[in-house]
């Protein structure tokens, strides 16, 4: 099995011009490139023809591995929203739309509305996403952080343009280990994206985001889980620097993360010796 992309998201770069943050990328040894800032703005849908056509060039030799939005299915106004990005993904050459769950509720009763409307949302939305190539695809993320809840969701509809993304902390912080999120969500997972914490009263959330293998998420577990399950799809780093200004620079974080990934991939039976690309 061939060696996994390891791509990063430039989330970690809130200030730098995106032709910067590629070049960072390319000379550290990422191959894939998962946008969520340019130029460290959140991206919006209406990008013009020549912004994109400057995106495009800005990333030449990186595989845009995904466009993510903060849509979340529970809004009024989701399928929408995520119509408007599947064009702008398109035109990019996006092969996965991120998207959030939302609100889930904690009344039984509620919960299954919930998730009756998320399904709904991406029903509404999935024959236009194959037609275009695009996987939309739900993180483990807010209510959603549970896997469980996810593969709940995600077993009310059965198309192949609706997918995951696991997000190697939020699960963790739910309980749930990587054997655990792999048998509830793993061959619906079309992006892994890993990050590293550890509990921390002081912090708001209760945990502090660390550098890799500094922490107490068990990324290589995850990578385990994935490698044995046969996942072809890119590991991306999503070093979190927009909204975490304390941590470390990208320009320290990055290449930490390549070198560990590296080093761990190569080591993981299923995906072979040798330095992932």
Do not use: C
């Not at 119509?83 to 993904?89: C, D, K, M, S």
């Amino acid at each position: 099995m061939q060696t996994p992309l390891l791509a990063y998201s430039t989330l970690a770069f809130p200030n730098e011009r995106l032709e910067d943050v590629a070049e960072l990328g390319r000379k550290t040894g990422y191959g894939g490139i998962e946008l969520r800032l340019i130029d460290g703005e959140l991206i919006p849908p209406d990008l013009g023809a020549d912004a994109i056509a400057r995106v495009r060039r800005a990333i030449a030799g990186l595989e845009l591995v995904a466009l993510d939005t903060s849509i979340r299915l529970a809004e009024d106004d989701a399928a929408a929203q995520i119509a408007a990005y599947l064009r702008l993904a398109h035109d990019l050459g996006a092969p996965v739309i991120r998207v959030f769950g939302g609100a889930l509720g904690t009344d039984a009763a509620e919960r299954a509305a919930r998730l009756r409307h998320g399904a709904d949302v991406l029903g509404e939305i999935a024959d236009e996403a194959r037609a275009l190539g695009i996987v939309v695809a739900v993180e483990t993320h807010d209510d959603f952080s549970a896997s469980a809840d996810l593969g709940a969701l995600l077993a009310l509809i059965e198309h192949p343009a609706i997918g995951a993304v696991w997000d190697s902390h939020h699960p963790w912080r739910m309980g749930e280990d990587p054997a655990t999120v792999f048998a509830n969500i793993g061959a619906r997972v079309t992006l892994a994206q890993v990050k590293d914490a550890r509990r921390d009263e002081s912090e708001k959330s209760g945990w502090k985001l660390v550098l890799l293998g500094e922490g107490e998420v068990p990324v290589r577990g995850m990578l385990e889980e994935l490698a044995h399950g046969g996942y072809g799809g890119p590991i991306s780093v999503e070093w979190e620097k927009h909204w975490h200004r304390e941590i470390e620079d990208a320009s320290v974080a990055m290449p930490q993360h390549y070198e560990l990934l590296t080093r761990w991939i190569a080591e993981i039976p299923g995906w072979g010796q040798g330095a992932a690309h």
